[in-house]
């Protein structure tokens, strides 16, 4: 039998660590690595350039690994759609730095009319459509290795952490200013997997690969951080089972009827899939949460607080860092949203309307979430083992 690092209920869930590997692995995943190529699904609509309201511009938004100039339309579509090898340096003209970092937005934005446009009241973001938005393919947009890094990258994630999202004191039970911290942390996680899982392992050679060193050192050194992940990903995934109906009935269209039939086909079988509902049926038990007298004021106090971490997502100087850091912050506040629209009985509360780029950033996100717990499930034991010499 496999030897087991981590065990047991993942800490404030429902659900063991074993299950929910072989849950992702079996369903989960490969429900979600299908959907997320759904034409409905690959499309994110998202504001790009930096207007930081924290601090001025620090420079990196000219980052020259991560950046992309701001180009004139009709630079764009051919080279881009084009696979990237085979193009000059001619041809990238207007990307200050390599093929890779290049952000696609060369899309239509009449593929995002159709549904509601309502406020969230957990993000920053302007959700309304205007002239500053871009549609980016989420599938020519890995989120993976950037280069981004140093004081830039560091200032974000410390003013996450310090001032937004102060780590709870040990010792005291406060689930609900716990859940902030474990969610932020998850997702930090999830991009350093994500990093590790995409490297950019030779310069010259344009090498990509796995870097395990860095899994080890970034996230499998530290299990708070793992469990952080697995806690993340269980949250996530009760906000998308919470409202199966709202999310089956939803509106697919993208004009391919094929293709939206598949989409609503997937989302139905995750919503509602009976080995998860069997095995797994409360990945997370948001009705104990805010309950008590102080309910109402921690629940606007940790609304404030995400609020203010979204609007920092403005000042991730790397364009692509910026476009996965919004998408997935969109998508944990649309976690939070889904989750609070009960009412006393613990019933979906009927006026829960999510917008398209909700949707999509909250199963982009579960995806992402879910990689990330299967590569460290899968690459796990094996970088402990060859890299921290356990
Ligand atoms: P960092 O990851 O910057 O961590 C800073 C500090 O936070 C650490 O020293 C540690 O004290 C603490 N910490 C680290 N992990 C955790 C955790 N899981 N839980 C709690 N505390 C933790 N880079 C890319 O290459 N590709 C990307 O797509 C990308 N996306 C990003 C998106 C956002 C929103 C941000 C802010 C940064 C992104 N970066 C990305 C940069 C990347 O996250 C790192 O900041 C960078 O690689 C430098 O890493 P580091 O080793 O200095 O530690």
Not at 291 to 303: A, C, D, R, V, Y
Not at 309 to 314: G, T, V, Y
Not at 337 to 364: G, W
């Amino acid at each position: 039998t496999e030897s087991r690092k981590y065990t047991g209920i993942v800490e404030d869930c429902c659900c063991d660590y074993e299950t929910v590997d072989s849950l992702n692995k079996e369903v989960l995943h490969p429900i979600l690595q299908d959907l997320v190529t759904t034409p409905f699904f690959r499309y994110f609509k998202v504001k790009l350039w930096c207007d930081c309201p924290f601090w001025p511009d620090d420079g990196m938004c000219r980052l020259r690994d991560c950046s992309v100039c701001e180009c004139p339309e009709s630079e764009f579509p051919e080279p881009f759609k084009k696979p990237f090898h085979g193009l000059s340096a001619d041809d990238l003209i207007c990307q200050e730095g390599k093929p890779q970092a290049t952000v696609d937005r060369t899309l239509d934005n009449k593929i995002f009319r159709g549904w509601i446009e309502v406020d969230n009241p957990w993000t920053y973001d302007d959700e309304t459509d205007n002239a500053e938005m871009t549609y980016v393919n989420l599938q020519l947009n890995p989120e993976r290795y950037t280069g981004y890094t140093g004081p830039s990258a560091r200032r974000i994630w410390e003013t996450i952490y310090t001032e937004n999202c102060p780590k709870y004191p040990s010792g005291e039970f406060c689930q609900e200013k716990k859940v902030l911290y474990k969610l932020i942390s998850g997702l930090h996680s999830s991009i350093s997997v994500h990093i590790a899982s995409d490297y950019l392992l030779d310069e010259t050679d344009n090498l990509w690969g796995e870097n395990l060193e860095l899994l080890y050192d970034r996230v499998l050194k530290h299990p708070e951080r793992v469990r952080n992940l697995y806690f993340t990903f269980l949250f996530v995934l009760r906000a998308v089972t919470k409202a199966p109906d709202y999310l089956e009935q939803a509106e697919y269209n993208t004009g391919n009827l094929e293709e939206d039939l598949k989409t609503q086909s997937l989302v139905r079988q995750l919503v509602y899939n009976p080995k998860l509902q069997t095995a797994c049926p409360l990945p997370f038990d948001e009705a104990k949460l805010w309950q008590g007298e102080s309910g109402p004021e921690l629940k606007q106090q940790i609304q404030k607080q995400f609020r203010n971490i979204s609007a920092l997502m403005d000042c991730v100087g790397c364009e692509k860092c910026r476009l996965w850091g919004k998408l997935q912050i969109l998508g944990l506040g649309t976690a939070l949203k889904i989750l609070f629209s009960v009412d006393h009985q613990n019933y979906i509360n009927q006026q829960l309307q999510l917008q398209r780029n909700e949707v999509i950033a909250l199963m982009n996100l579960l995806n992402r979430l879910s990689e990330s717990v299967k590569f460290v499930h899968d690459k796990g034991p094996y970088a402990e083992r060859i890299v921290g010499g356990k």
